[in-house]
């Protein structure tokens, strides 16, 4: 396995497009993760799944981002109606079960213009 | 509230200098405390961990130890080189499963 994959790596958009990203987590984890980060802070938490249920979101995530994980593989991110605030580093992260360690992807670096 | 106060950088020192990057947090239970690195152009790796008071995570000549009495848990490391030259984040994993990461401290080796 090589590890959590995201893609794409680099988006740029309009502001007012939607957008989606796609995270592939390391396939035995049941857990997964998506994180914001902006620059010069560290990773702020979005939302995570156990398997295909959405556990946990935070009150970062407003009603324009919605988080799916349908067969409790892989997950997407869709930002509808982007905003110049939007732009960030989104990072996805898998784990196998509670307090371990979360294996995080590259990230998928969004420019909204 | 959660919380994470990471010493603020850059940080640069010459190779085989010792490194302290201080952390502190405020955490509602008792965290799992968590180091991880950045190296350029790479994703984030768990370079440490402590799971319990006085637990000490160590990893690469890199030691942190979970102190609960001053809720700090800061990275030393004795002699750095310059691979070592990242960005390091202080980050409490809470006992709703989300991390609380710092801001991250960039440190810089230089021969």
């Known amino acids: 396995d090589t590890g959590v994959s995201q893609d794409p790596r680099h988006k740029i958009t309009k502001r007012g497009q939607n957008v989606t990203f796609r995270c592939d987590p390391i396939?035995?984890?049941?857990?997964l993760y998506w994180y914001r980060q902006t620059l010069g802070q560290g990773p702020e938490f979005l939302t995570y799944?156990?398997?295909?249920?959405?556990?946990?979101k935070s009150r970062l995530l407003s009603d324009r981002f919605s988080a799916e994980r349908p067969k409790g593989s892989f997950s997407t991110l869709e930002i509808q109606r982007t905003e110049q605030g939007d732009s960030a580093m989104y990072l996805c992260?898998?784990?196998?079960?509670?307090?371990?360690?979360?294996?995080f992807g590259p990230g998928t670096r969004l420019t909204v213009l | 509230g959660n919380s994470v106060t990471q010493m603020e950088g850059p940080v640069t020192l010459s190779e085989e200098a010792f490194l302290t990057i201080n952390c502190t947090y405020t955490a509602t239970g008792y965290p799992s405390l968590f180091w991880y690195v950045q190296y350029p152009g790479e994703g984030l790796q768990l370079l440490l961990k402590a799971t319990k008071a006085d637990d000490k995570g160590s990893n690469k000549g890199f030691e942190a130890t979970y102190r609960k009495e001053t809720t700090s848990f800061h990275l030393e490391k004795g002699s750095v080189q310059v691979s070592d030259s990242a960005v390091y984040f202080c980050a409490p994993l809470n006992t709703g499963n989300q991390f609380y990461f710092g801001t991250g401290t960039s440190l810089t080796v230089i021969p």
């Open positions: 396939s035995e984890h049941n857990r």
């Open positions: 992260a898998s784990s196998l079960g509670v307090y371990n360690e979360q294996f």
């Open positions: 799944f156990q398997n295909e249920a959405q556990l946990e």
